[in-house]
């Protein structure tokens, strides 16, 4: 009886033509110009307070909607400092939210946060490492491996903002494992109060069709490069920023899903931010409850079009996911802030190892009520 009344509220959904994909939890409504401001907990550092935009997916046929509020937020009371996109075509591009100079001089906007400019410095490919100062003006693209030092421009010492190993595709062939290889060999020892942060063009692990036992199967911690299972594995990453999978997702520790998948237990806690929406997901992208995947649910999940909020106080991160789901601008803030976290305990209580749906007792993607 509940798989006849499940199969015909979903063919009611697809009916409709929409299939609903939040599940119950603190999602409220926001308009773009009165997005509430987070308020990260923790001791506060004014000269390593910055907020960031993360947004991924296709920019071509992005959705106006989102660029519109992606607008607003650089000019709220608060504004971004840097956007990073992630491409759906392997490059990572991160800008200054204020570009130097007159806008009149060149002819272009001095908020190039909403739409990212053609002029991006692309960073070749022979380095491995790079330091950037966020300053007004700043804009560089990745196509290849490289470990990125970002760091706030102070009136004596620059302060690191945080480290992020940025991996844009993974490889193919011989050479480009070997690129991944050395990046991943040359990485600096982890710093205290300083946040190691994983870009990666997939997630690690995913509630939505690529994630373990959905539709495509792809992004599961195992299918992931040696060197960075590795380093995953080691504790040395803090936060992953991922796309490839529609919609946003919130976890804010991913051990337990790893666990799950490929039976690895990592030895810190790894969060997980996965933005992949600038337009609104086709429904064979988002998928139904049963090509969803058995992954352990995120803390917080949507398959709508939207980006996320990231405010970086005193080396910790508290991210934001703004998500549009019919004509309503929906947010939710992270549940606690991400920082540097002390080891997990080597033996300790995990989810079901088995493939289950809805088994979980927060878990199982059901729709809102």
């Given at each position: 009886?509940r798989?006849?009344?499940s199969?015909?509220?979903?063919?009611?959904?697809l009916?409709?033509?929409?299939v609903?994909a939040?599940?119950?939890?603190?999602?409220?409504?926001a308009?773009?110009?009165?997005?509430?401001?987070?308020?990260?907990?923790?001791?506060?550092v004014?000269?390593l307070s910055?907020r960031?935009l993360?947004t991924?997916?296709d920019l071509t046929?992005a959705s106006?909607?989102?660029?519109?509020?992606?607008?607003?937020?650089v000019?709220a009371?608060?504004?971004?400092?840097?956007?990073?996109?992630?491409?759906?075509?392997g490059a990572?591009?991160?800008?200054?939210?204020?570009?130097?100079?007159?806008p009149?001089a060149?002819?272009?906007?001095?908020?190039p946060?909403a739409?990212?400019?053609?002029?991006v410095?692309?960073?070749p490919?022979?380095?491995?490492?790079e330091?950037?100062?966020?300053e007004p003006?700043v804009?560089?693209?990745?196509?290849?491996?490289?470990?990125?030092?970002?760091?706030?421009?102070e009136p004596a010492?620059?302060?690191?903002?945080?480290?992020?190993?940025?991996?844009?595709?993974?490889?193919t062939?011989?050479a480009?494992a070997?690129?991944l290889?050395?990046?991943?060999?040359t990485?600096?020892?982890r710093?205290a109060?300083?946040?190691?942060v994983?870009?990666?063009p997939?997630?690690?692990?995913?509630?939505?069709?690529?994630?373990?036992?959905?539709?495509?199967?792809?992004?599961?911690?195992h299918?992931l490069?040696?060197?960075l299972?590795?380093?995953i594995?080691?504790?040395?990453?803090?936060?992953v920023?991922a796309?490839g999978?529609a919609?946003?997702?919130?976890?804010?520790?991913?051990?337990?899903a790893v666990?799950?998948?490929?039976?690895?237990?990592?030895?810190?806690?790894?969060a997980?931010?996965?933005i992949?929406?600038?337009?609104?997901?086709?429904?064979?992208?988002?998928g139904t409850p049963w090509?969803r995947?058995?992954?352990?649910?995120?803390d917080?999940f949507?398959q709508?079009?939207?980006?996320?909020r990231?405010?970086?106080?005193?080396?910790?991160?508290?991210p934001?996911?703004?998500?549009?789901?019919?004509r309503r601008w929906?947010?939710a803030?992270?549940?606690?802030?991400?920082?540097q976290?002390?080891?997990l305990?080597?033996?300790?209580?995990v989810?079901s190892?088995a493939?289950?749906?809805?088994?979980d007792?927060?878990?199982?993607?059901?729709?809102?009520p």
């Amino acid at each position: 009886m509940r798989t006849l009344l499940s199969i015909v509220t979903v063919s009611a959904s697809l009916a409709s033509g929409c299939v609903p994909a939040h599940p119950p939890g603190p999602w409220v409504s926001a308009e773009p110009p009165e997005m509430t401001e987070s308020a990260p907990s923790g001791p506060k550092v004014r000269s390593l307070s910055v907020r960031a935009l993360v947004t991924g997916g296709d920019l071509t046929g992005a959705s106006e909607a989102l660029l519109d509020a992606l607008r607003e937020e650089v000019e709220a009371p608060t504004p971004p400092a840097f956007r990073l996109h992630l491409h759906d075509h392997g490059a990572v591009t991160l800008v200054s939210c204020h570009r130097g100079g007159d806008p009149a001089a060149d002819g272009q906007s001095p908020r190039p946060c909403a739409r990212l400019p053609a002029d991006v410095t692309e960073t070749p490919s022979e380095y491995l490492s790079e330091t950037i100062d966020l300053e007004p003006g700043v804009s560089r693209r990745w196509v290849h491996p490289t470990h990125i030092e970002l760091r706030l421009p102070e009136p004596a010492t620059p302060a690191v903002l945080l480290r992020m190993t940025v991996v844009p595709h993974l490889p193919t062939d011989a050479a480009q494992a070997s690129v991944l290889r050395q990046v991943v060999a040359t990485l600096p020892p982890r710093a205290a109060g300083v946040l190691s942060v994983l870009v990666l063009p997939q997630p690690v692990e995913s509630a939505g069709p690529m994630g373990q036992g959905g539709r495509h199967a792809s992004a599961v911690y195992h299918r992931l490069p040696a060197p960075l299972r590795g380093r995953i594995e080691g504790g040395y990453f803090d936060l992953v920023l991922a796309s490839g999978d529609a919609g946003a997702q919130w976890s804010a520790d991913i051990s337990d899903a790893v666990a799950r998948s490929s039976k690895v237990w990592i030895r810190r806690p790894l969060a997980q931010l996965v933005i992949d929406g600038m337009r609104q997901p086709a429904l064979r992208r988002r998928g139904t409850p049963w090509t969803r995947g058995t992954s352990l649910r995120p803390d917080l999940f949507s398959q709508h079009l939207g980006f996320a909020r990231v405010d970086f106080v005193g080396g910790v991160a508290m991210p934001t996911l703004v998500v549009r789901r019919g004509r309503r601008w929906l947010e939710a803030t992270a549940a606690a802030p991400v920082g540097q976290s002390d080891s997990l305990p080597a033996r300790r209580a995990v989810p079901s190892m088995a493939p289950c749906r809805d088994c979980d007792e927060a878990s199982g993607l059901r729709p809102a009520p």
